[in-house]
């Protein structure tokens, strides 16, 4: 089955700087890849996904990026604020399979 | 996007008895899932909710300890049975409209057991 690795498990950084998330995949047929935001005492919530057929996709602040053929995805984040402070789960999934496999998830602390 | 309404929001239960945790969405939708998610972890899958009929579990779980019902296509229960301290946990719901879109996820349900 798919494994997702996702590093690194904590990051701190400075309110304005940037934060990059990393993930690894093993499946090639995995096809969709979102990405969640989840504040303490609350579910996971969607803030971006990317497709197998783009290389990267902006929203805002934040923006994903993929290489298939290193099967690897990664989020960043730039001018970061102290609300982005949460953890940060990955996720791939493949056609045909509606169940996305998480990443272990990473704490983002932005301090002011 | 469908909005997933979980309750309750949390409880704390004594040891050896059940909860029954329910998850509401506003409109229909293919799938729902349950996820358990323990302190500090990712999300692990329990089931999927069929609607209809019997639910499918991962590995590791079993329809004794976790039974799901699904009545129709925008409701479903999760029931923590027999419970034990270990049991304590995270617990979600969440939908999908199907293969390769997006699944959202409700609040969860904060679940202590002493």
């Known amino acids: 089955g798919e494994n997702v690795e996702q590093h690194p498990s904590t990051l701190s950084v400075q309110e304005g700087d940037s934060a990059v998330i990393k993930c690894t995949y093993s499946?090639?047929?995995?096809?969709?890849f979102p990405w969640y935001k989840q504040e303490l005492g609350k579910g996971p919530q969607l803030i971006i996904d990317i497709r197998s057929n783009v290389g990267e996709k902006k929203d805002q602040r934040i923006a994903v990026t993929l290489n298939k053929t290193a099967k690897h995805f990664s989020l960043h984040i730039t001018e970061t604020q102290p609300e982005d402070s949460a953890v940060y789960f990955c996720a791939a999934s493949k056609g045909g399979s509606y169940i996305p496999t998480f990443g272990r998830g990473t704490s983002l602390i932005v301090h002011p | 996007s469908a909005v997933i309404s979980q309750k309750p929001s949390r409880d704390i239960c004594q040891r050896g008895t059940s909860l029954t945790i329910q998850c509401q969405v506003d409109?229909?939708?293919?799938?729902m899932f349950w996820y358990r998610q323990q302190p500090g972890q990712s999300l692990t899958l329990i089931a999927t909710a069929n609607q209809g009929s019997e639910a499918t579990y991962e590995s590791g779980f079993v329809i004794d300890k976790f039974p799901i019902s699904r009545p129709n296509l925008t409701f479903s229960t999760l029931t923590v049975s027999n419970m034990s301290p270990e049991d304590s946990s995270i617990y979600l719901c969440?939908?999908?409209?199907?293969?390769?879109?997006?699944?959202?996820f409700g609040q969860g349900t904060r679940l202590t057991v002493v």
């Open positions: 409109s229909q939708v293919t799938m």
């Open positions: 969440s939908d999908s409209q199907g293969s390769g879109t997006e699944a959202f």
């Open positions: 499946d090639s047929a995995s096809n969709y």
